[in-house]
């Protein structure tokens, strides 16, 4: 780690020490292994110098000690926490912790990887990198934080001198440091007692979230690091922090807290305009026009950036994997998540902060609004646009209103004491469609749309096709064959014929809906590469291997130019494609795509979403059928224990890897292992696809031939009688 430039009001860290600590004997490993070079700095507890490993290898490294006189129980305890929180991450953008110890005179100390890098910040105006390259930066950055939180730790003072950035294979990688005052959601990181700090800031004033700013941090989660990317992000698109730094740090410790807490911040492209002179020199180092950088901030930046900096933390991004996905929505010209503030929200705040005055200028605002009426009567044109706003965002409405009384059954004066599953809760507003709604078919089509792909979704498909198709003859009658809203209903309704094995079904669906998006919306638009990618699959499943191959490399290449090759519809073709090579038992050629998909979904959706799931259970499947049945045992059972916390028991993805993991137990003959696999697939897929679906016929002929390949002759007259009786 080089020395890094105070932050205000932080000691200096770049002083000078005339003598190291004394290595201790050169004989033995532990302290003795290293040569001191030159102190880098000294903290609030610990000092860092630079040093050289000798034993077991050669190396630099960056070594963190007790400071002499500060070995107190509290700093030990911190320091050990810190050396715990290094030790259980491995992420390219978190420096890593080697070894631990203490010195002869009996000092804590830990030596980890040594940065040669300097503050993000700093790093991006000296190489006056574009707001793209900076939010590219920004997004590893994030994904180093969101291993954090996966790793149970929270860091509490994400600054910019706490991420350094070196380049690596000519590109730069940002480093995250000091997790001195990291926290553990979960598992304490030291059989230490950690005592909390009451009264005073435990952490970066400038960063620190709302909710870190209290008199006790006990209650801080993940989503105040989120808090501190929101702040970095704005000081790498603008300049600048928030609020005024110096103003910050004079003010009293009460007053510190309540602009921390209360203050609202004015959107980056709002601070651009506002800054003058300060904007020019942004922009310099940005490559980009003054005026050109408040226009490329106004919109989805200031949206994203102001959605992190929340001070209700339930209305900032849930993760800095959120945050992350947000901005490259952003940089793919994908519709961003974060949007601006609701009407509703923005005047509940003003009405807070204004109470006296909003009585007097409510009749101003009423004639106001009643000479806009009379002016958009004598604008014919305006007029037709502002009604077909107006119809969307009644029909919108209208959607919410129905919704949120579905969902009144949590309200104890309706739900009497009784507790109803999702499920239920769905089943009664499907119910409630056709006689709520009757009158209102636009609206009616959009809730039986969604219910049906939530259905869709659980696994539900007798229940989701009616819906569907519902919706869709409904869309097609009042909003059109080509509206955006009929296609994507379409498009639904062929993913739940291709779940229900109905292939004849789904194909002319798949194909009408990709040539009306293609001469809509064009042939590279997402929605248009995305039923493409879903036709492909429809190919594979019919083992139409030449159709599926041309569509499929075509699909890809488009995806690949248009939305990147880490967005999630490419990943999906890329699986789709690892899925060829694998029934065409093209093994060397899958392994390599299976894994740079799990990778990749692992990064950007997290462990627990489905699509990594799947992507688990594939690269299994292709560790199976290399002979590598140990490493694919691993990847099977863990993907079973998590679509079952995450899907359910019963739902088809689940039984899908309970099937291969069956099939992977009786190559190794172990039969009873495999039978209790066998049997719970097939429980699933009766009660979520019924006993005449193929995939359940499928199980029962895997039992037949189990308990064959058992001796348990019994048995195969019994489950072969089931396959009869069908």
């Not at 630099?60 to 050990?80: W, Y």
């Not at 709302?210 to 989503?223: C, G």
């Not at 930046?301 to 209700?312: G, H, V």
Request: hydrophobic share 40%.
């Amino acid at each position: 780690m080089t020395p890094q430039p105070a932050s205000p009001g932080e000691p200096d860290l770049t002083g000078t020490q005339t003598s190291a600590p004394a290595p201790g004997s050169d004989s033995s490993d532990g302290f003795g292994a290293y040569r001191f070079l030159q102190r880098l700095g000294e903290g609030g507890m610990g000092e860092v110098w630079l040093a050289e490993q000798r034993r077991p290898v050669r190396r630099q490294v960056a070594i963190k000690i007790v400071k002499a006189g500060m070995d107190t129980a509290r700093v030990v305890a911190r320091f050990e926490a810190e050396r715990q929180a290094l030790a259980v991450m491995d992420h390219p953008a978190i420096a890593k912790v080697f070894d631990g110890g203490t010195t002869p005179e009996g000092r804590p100390y830990f030596a980890m990887e040594y940065v040669r890098g300097e503050a993000i910040t700093t790093y991006c105006d000296r190489q006056r990198l574009s707001i793209r390259e900076r939010l590219e930066l920004f997004i590893q950055l994030c994904d180093g934080v969101q291993h954090a939180h996966q790793k149970g730790i929270i860091h509490r003072d994400l600054k910019p001198s706490n991420v350094l950035v070196s380049v690596g294979d000519d590109h730069p990688v940002p480093r995250i440091i000091d997790f001195g005052i990291a926290k553990a959601i979960a598992q304490p990181l030291t059989e230490r007692p950690l005592f909390t700090e009451l009264g005073g800031f435990l952490g970066t004033p400038e960063y620190m979230s709302p909710e870190q700013a209290e008199l006790t941090s006990v209650d801080v989660d993940t989503r105040s690091d989120v808090y501190s990317l929101g702040v970095l992000l704005y000081e790498l698109l603008v300049g600048t922090l928030p609020f005024d730094s110096e103003a910050l740090r004079q003010a009293g410790v009460d007053e510190i807290r309540r602009t921390i807490r209360e203050k609202d911040f004015p959107r980056p492209s709002t601070r651009i305009t506002r800054s003058g002179i300060g904007s020019t020199a942004a922009a310099e180092h940005r490559r980009i026009q003054p005026a050109k950088l408040a226009s490329v901030l106004r919109g989805d930046l200031d949206w994203i950036t102001m959605k992190a900096l929340e001070k209700d933390r339930t209305r900032r991004h849930q993760t800095a994997n959120a945050l992350a996905l947000d901005v490259r929505r952003h940089l793919s010209d994908e519709p961003v998540l974060a949007g601006p503030p609701s009407a509703a929200y923005r005047t509940r705040k003003f009405v807070r902060r204004h109470r006296v005055s909003v009585a007097a200028v409510t009749a101003l605002v009423m004639l106001v609004l009643a000479f806009a009426g009379i002016m958009t009567v004598q604008a014919g044109r305006i007029a037709r646009e502002r009604d077909r706003a107006n119809q969307e965002a009644a029909t919108a409405k209208q959607v919410s209103d129905f919704l949120v009384g579905l969902f009144k059954v949590s309200d104890p004066s309706e739900a009497r004491g009784n507790t109803l599953t999702a499920r239920e809760i769905l089943a009664r507003g499907a119910r409630q469609l056709d006689s709520d709604l009757r009158d209102q078919p636009q609206v009616q089509a959009r809730l039986q749309a969604t219910i049906g792909a939530v259905y869709t979704g659980l696994g539900l498909y007798a229940e989701a096709r009616p819906l569907l198709e519902g919706a869709l003859n409904t869309q097609r009658r009042v909003v059109g064959e080509d509206s955006r809203e009929t296609l994507a209903t379409a498009n639904d309704l062929a993913n739940l014929y291709w779940h229900q094995g109905k292939y004849q079904e789904a194909e002319p669906v798949y194909q009408d809906v990709v040539e009306r998006r293609a001469r809509v919306l064009g042939s590279e638009h997402p929605d248009t590469l995305k039923a493409s990618f879903d036709l492909a699959s429809l190919y594979a499943q019919q083992k139409r291997w030449n159709e599926f191959e041309r569509l499929a490399q075509d699909t890809l290449a488009k995806q690949r130019r248009v939305l990147g090759n880490g967005h999630a519809d490419t990943l999906s073709s890329l699986n789709n494609l690892q899925n060829f090579y694998f029934r065409q038992e093209r093994h060397a050629e899958a392994e390599p795509l299976a894994v740079e998909v799990l990778d990749a979904r692992r990064r950007l959706l997290g462990e627990d979403h489905p699509d990594t799931l799947r992507a688990l259970h594939n690269l299994a499947t292709v560790y199976t059928a290399s002979g590598r049945h140990g490493e694919a045992e691993l990847l099977y059972v863990k993907a079973v224990e998590t679509k079952r916390r995450v899907l359910g028991d019963e739902h088809p993805d689940t039984c899908i890897t309970l099937s291969a993991l069956a099939s992977m137990y009786m190559q190794q003959r172990r039969y009873r292992e495999a039978e209790s696999a066998a049997l719970a697939a097939y429980r699933g897929y009766v009660k979520s696809l019924g006993d005449d679906h193929q995939d359940t016929r499928g199980v029962v002929e895997q039992l037949a031939r189990l308990y064959a390949a058992a001796g348990q002759q019994d048995k195969v007259l019994q489950w072969r009688e089931k396959l009869r009786n069908k």
